[in-house]
């Protein structure tokens, strides 16, 4: 299955989820059962893993959202876009770039993370 463009979309809105319910389903949707997550934060294994990462990063930075900061470049199975997070209409303090892998089933199987600008410790 090729990745497309879209699914970097699908991949926000799951991170954006706050609705234990909603995002667990889009977990299911997005993510294949057995995904990797990794980051310079987090390096989880299976779908239950990355919603409980997706929850904590919640906790962090709570009524921050994730964007998109321009179009998602895709190819083949490979997906890789840059992110913002940060609060709605506000310069975003957390800038990040994936690269996603997909599954025969169009689903995110690896996310390989990488946090290009991050708030400075207090």
Known sequence: ???TPDLAERY???WNATDP??????????FAEDVTYTDPM???AGRAALDA???AVHGMFPGFVFRLAGPADAHHDQLRFTWHLGP?????????????VTDADGRIRTVLGFLD???ASA
């Open 117 to 119: 600008r991050v708030p």
């Open 12 to 14: 926000i809105a799951a």
């Open 88 to 100: 709605e209409g506000e310069e975003a303090p957390v800038v990040g770039s994936d690269v996603a």
């Open 53 to 55: 990462t997706i929850a």
């Open 21 to 30: 319910a909603a995002r667990r389903a889009l977990v299911e949707e997005v």
């Open 1 to 3: 299955m090729t990745a």
């Open 42 to 44: 987090a390096d989880v």
